[in-house]
């Protein structure tokens, strides 16, 4: 298993994941922001396992205000994900450690990231990595 950076060649496999993490977003819409993705100021770490991609770790640059962070512009882990078949083996905490040393070597000091308020693996899962709990939110549309 390797880790690295997500090459042009990876969008489908890149997208099919997303799929699996966020499987009520049309596939479509993962296409798109491979896209914008693939083309923006942070880093997108990908695991691959004979060839094929079983995990991913999406990394934006964002520059408005991240709760709970001290500085700007902050790394922001939009994605973090590993296939179920492939969970247990350190694949996250790889992707993890990947898209910190990224940060690191950019000079940022902090990464900050989210989870569903009722993803208790994916909250658990940032505590056992390092990550502090800051705030938990409601958030609203209306449209108009």
């Not at 939009?78 to 910190?100: C, D, M, P, Q, S």
């Not at 690191?104 to 505590?127: F, M, P, Q, T, V």
Request: aromatic share 8%; charged share 25%; glycine share 8%.
């Amino acid at each position: 298993m390797s880790i690295r950076e997500a090459l042009a060649s990876d969008a489908q496999a890149w997208a099919r994941l997303r799929a699996q993490l966020w499987p009520d977003c049309p596939l479509e819409r993962h296409e798109l922001e491979v896209a914008l993705l693939a083309r923006s100021a942070g880093v997108v770490a990908l695991a691959v396992r004979a060839g094929e991609p079983v995990g991913f770790a999406e990394v934006s640059i964002r520059a408005d205000h991240v709760e709970g962070t001290s500085s700007t512009p902050v790394p922001y882990l939009e994605g973090w994900y590993v296939a179920a078949a492939h969970r247990r083996r350190g694949i996250g905490t790889a992707l993890l450690e990947f898209v910190e040393a990224w940060a690191r070597k950019r000079g940022y000091r902090e990464i900050a990231s989210d989870a569903e308020l009722d993803n208790e693996a994916s909250i658990l899962l940032h505590g056992r990595r390092g990550f502090a709990e800051v705030g938990r939110t409601v958030h609203f549309v209306k449209t108009l």
